[in-house]
């Protein structure tokens, strides 16, 4: 079953999609293999372990796509990707749409970010503009004329939130900004709109407001239990930065533990051993092919 089918299945049968991230296929695996029913690929994560840089917009679409790829190949499970502002105007997006398709993936999200955009939580950095309403409902227009499988799942997301300050954002109510302009996105065909909710006040408001199948996001801004966006019948939550920050927890942990020790065998208590290793990766499936095939 492809992985739009899939994704769609799950939907038609009302099963609540949790999609934990990955940064690359080893992480991929062992979120499926936690028991989770889908992947989400996100530019924060991707960045950072790649180019060991901020989510600055900083990696090209090839670059993003290799990754991409790789991930969809290595799991069943359907895999949702940040697709970014879609690399350019709907032109640009249109042939982004058609790549990312082709790579694997059950569905990709697209922010009304102006270019060059960035992470709105990123402490220092300056705060995004967003494209006019008109335009956004375009591009998600040309998304939808893009794709090939009507299955595909085209999410959007409005950025107002990181266009501001919070204590601006909550000041002059510019929730209301947030509903307007994913309604709009709605209108225009988008699958699911992508809300960033700070509290579940917020989520229960934006399932009452906003007139299309929700997908939220918990991460460290966002500190909220899955099991609220679930309560609260949004269709997808997304943690996007769970595998990368468990991840970089146990390098720094492991690294400043061999450092001081100057010893492997002290520090194995913070290692995978052989056998889980060679299990995540599949290494039995290739000795059988080895052997099925006479391979020397």
């Known amino acids: 079953m492809k992985s739009t089918a899939r994704l769609q299945k799950m939907i038609d049968d009302g099963e609540f999609v949790v ?3 990955a940064h690359d296929g ?15 690929i996100g530019s924060f994560a991707t960045e ?10 900083l990696m090209p679409k090839t670059e993003r796509l290799i990754i991409v ?8 499970v359907p895999v949702i990707a940040d697709m970014e502002e879609g690399y350019g105007n709907a ?5 982004a749409v058609r790549d990312f398709e082709a790579a694997g993936l059950a569905g990709v999200h697209i922010d009304d970010e102006a270019l060059p955009s960035k992470c709105p939580f990123l402490p220092g950095i ?13 591009k998600v227009r040309a998304a939808i004329d893009a794709r090939e499988d009507a299955k595909f799942k085209i999410i959007v997301r409005t950025d107002v939130i990181g266009t501001v300050p919070l204590d601006d954002y909550y000041r ?47 991460a460290t801004i966002e500190p909220i239990a899955i099991k609220e966006f ?3 019948g949004y269709q997808m939550v997304i943690g996007s930065l769970v595998s990368l920050y468990m991840a970089g927890r146990g390098l720094v942990d492991g690294m400043k533990a061999l450092k001081e020790t100057g010893d492997w065998n002290q520090v194995q208590d913070k290692m995978i051993d052989d056998e889980e290793f060679f299990n995540i990766v599949g290494l039995h499936d290739y000795k059988e092919l080895y052997d099925r095939y006479n391979i020397s």
């Open 19 to 21: 999609a934990i991230g």
């Open 26 to 40: 080893f992480s991929a695996v062992i979120v499926e293999r936690a028991g989770f029913n889908a992947i989400y």
């Open 48 to 57: 950072a372990t790649l180019l060991g840089k901020p989510d600055l917009a």
């Open 69 to 76: 790829r790789n991930i969809c190949k290595a799991v069943d």
């Open 91 to 95: 032109i640009s997006l249109m042939d």
């Open 126 to 138: 300056p705060r995004n503009q967003l494209i006019t309403v008109d335009e956004m409902c375009g």
């Open 172 to 218: 002059d109510r510019m929730i209301e900004q947030v509903v307007q302009r994913s309604n709009a996105y709605a209108d225009a065909g988008a699958d699911a709109i992508f809300v960033m909710a700070l509290n579940v006040e917020e989520i229960n408001y934006f399932k009452e407001n906003i007139k299309a199948p929700l997908v939220g996001i918990f």
């Open 230 to 232: 679930e309560n609260a």
